[in-house]
């Protein structure tokens, strides 16, 4: 109850933000547009009270494109709060979601594996400052962890136990 898996093939579900249109405005508790089934029906999935989302596949199975349509959900609405994570290409690649997001770690960065480290502790913060504060009246707030193991290669020891720790305490509270 309350998941939703979708497995990212050609047919039947088509997965292109080229092919989906876009809102022109969003609120980050609205359901995500992922695409159109083979009818021509929407498919969505939730963003409120979901929690937190775990997305995997095996490479080229559609893990960043469905990433960047969830994102552009989230850029549609000026209260949410975006930061991310990646190693694939350059910054370029996510085109004009870039300058929305707030925080950025860039694999190729030489300061990559700390700016990560960092992120996951502010992160935290966020999360245990909002459930501290009670209600549900708060921006959205998407962090994308693309690439995220490679990031975590690039610790040393302790802080590779430090981010492993932040990061299942983050997924088990939100």
């Not at 089934?37 to 999935?45: M, W, Y």
């Not at 910054?91 to 992120?119: F, H």
């Not at 998407?142 to 020891?157: D, H, M, S, V, Y």
């Amino acid at each position: 109850p309350g998941m939703l898996a979708a497995r990212i093939d050609p047919p039947p579900l088509t997965l292109d933000p080229r092919t989906v249109e876009l809102a022109e405005a969003t609120s980050w508790r609205d359901r995500v547009l992922l695409g159109r089934d083979l009818r021509g029906r929407d498919v969505t999935a939730p963003t409120f009270d979901v929690g937190s989302w775990l997305v995997g596949g095996i490479n080229g199975s559609g893990k960043t494109t469905l990433l960047r349509l969830l994102a552009t959900h989230y850029a549609l609405d000026p209260s949410a709060t975006i930061w991310g994570c990646d190693g694939k290409g350059s910054r370029d690649d996510w085109g004009p979601l870039r300058p929305r997001v707030e925080r950025w770690v860039d694999v190729a960065d030489p300061d990559a594996g700390a700016d990560y480290l960092q992120l996951l502790r502010d992160a935290f913060d966020v999360v245990v400052a909002r459930n501290g504060a009670g209600g549900r009246d708060h921006p959205g707030m998407l962090i994308l962890l693309e690439e995220a193991t490679t990031l975590r290669a690039g610790l040393g020891n302790a802080d590779q136990a430090e981010a492993d720790k932040l990061l299942t305490r983050l997924v088990q509270t939100c």
